[in-house]
């Protein structure tokens, strides 16, 4: 009834893993999410390093925990305003004096320009606070919730009701 | 005096060009559905569900920015993977069918995409595919309604001119079936056969293949579509299931559908 209506998903993702690292990474980001640690964020990353190339796929929603919330500010490295779903790639301080790409999965560029979204929205070298819930694989991924420019201006993904 | 007669028939004109477009599908009493619609809420119920539970946790997070802790987090997009269990008003499975579900629901709850086909860019099928999420547009002549609904890029065909599935046509299901329709007053009657067994229905219910569909299809109010979509298998199903969708007709500048093109998403292969 409802569903399996605004789906984001595909396994594509964990075929890019091996299966033992993909345990390492998320038994470490599990651990890094439950202290807060810098230092255990820290291992994490090393631990995602090691088992992925690159999240950018196609996912169900189920993919990701929508129990969890990640706020996380960086710069806009790549902006995809692709079907069935847009992506920012964004550069991240880890924290420890280098940088992580983190790649966050939107809706899509029809519901989108229906909520004020276009293609030149975003912008490489954009710095921007993205709200998500994260992959429950650990990957570096995400399911965007709200963007907010460096100005605190938010661009919202509501959809305004439809015209009568 | 003059102008009033002139007031008088252009309202009258349009009074009579209003009619004979909702009534021109069949030349009778029988409506005209062709429009482009918005699904009316259609993740209400899982929505109320999602505010039952508590809110979400905010993870604390290396690079959350100068001041971005101040701003409460809004609600987290809704997922659902099953966890939640079976809803009371899910439709009621057979144990067979009910094992079959629990898979399923493994499958999702561990974050896999292998029983979502909109995530696999294939159509949800009927009835699914009713959910028209993204919008929907209408075609109805007076021999055949076409539907196209914006996610996936899907569409089906209501046959009205009489015609009955082949043997040819039940021996290839397909992900939409195949849909016949006919009039009971203002009420449009659907029956849909043929169609995929691994085209899920409601909370990813699996069906077998005896699965087949009936919908009433009206205008509530002026511009207010309702579906009423009873499904039926006596192999999958301890009793017939009945769900309904609402649609409203939208006008321009909101009264096109936007390319998917899901394909895209899936050759992201560099």
Redesign the interface.
Known sequence: MYDTTDQIGSGLLTVLMSAVAVRAAHEAATAAIAEGSHMRIGSYVIAVLLAATSAFAHHSNSAFDGDKVMVLTGTVTEWKWTNPHVWIFLSVDDGNGGKVQWEIEGRTPGQLVRAGWSRTTLKAGETITVDFSPAKDGTRTGLLTRVRRADGTVVGQQTPPAAQ | MSKNVTVFSSALLCLLFVSTSSLRAQGTSTPDFTGVY?PID?????RAR?AA??P??????????????A?P??????????REGRPDNAPKLKPEYLAKWEVIRKS???????F??????VS?GMP?MM?M???MEVQHTKDKITMYG???DVYRRIYLDGRRPSQKVLDDPTFAGYSTGHWEGDTLVVDTVAIREDA?F???SPHSDQFTVRERIRFTSP?VLEDRITVTDPKALLEPFT?VRTY????AP?DE??????A???A?VK
């Open positions: 918005s259609p993740f209400g119920q899982a999602a539970n508590p979400a946790t905010v993870v604390p997070s290396p690079s959350a920015g100068t001041g971005a802790g701003v987090p809004p609600r987290p997009v809704l997922v659902l993977d099953g999702r709850m561990a974050g896999s995409s292998e979502d086909p909109n995530a696999r860019c949800a699914n959910s999420t993204y919008g914006e996610l996936n899920l409601d909370t990813f511009g769900s409203r007709k939208v006008s909101n559908l936007r390319e998917f093109s899901c895209e998403g899936l992201s």
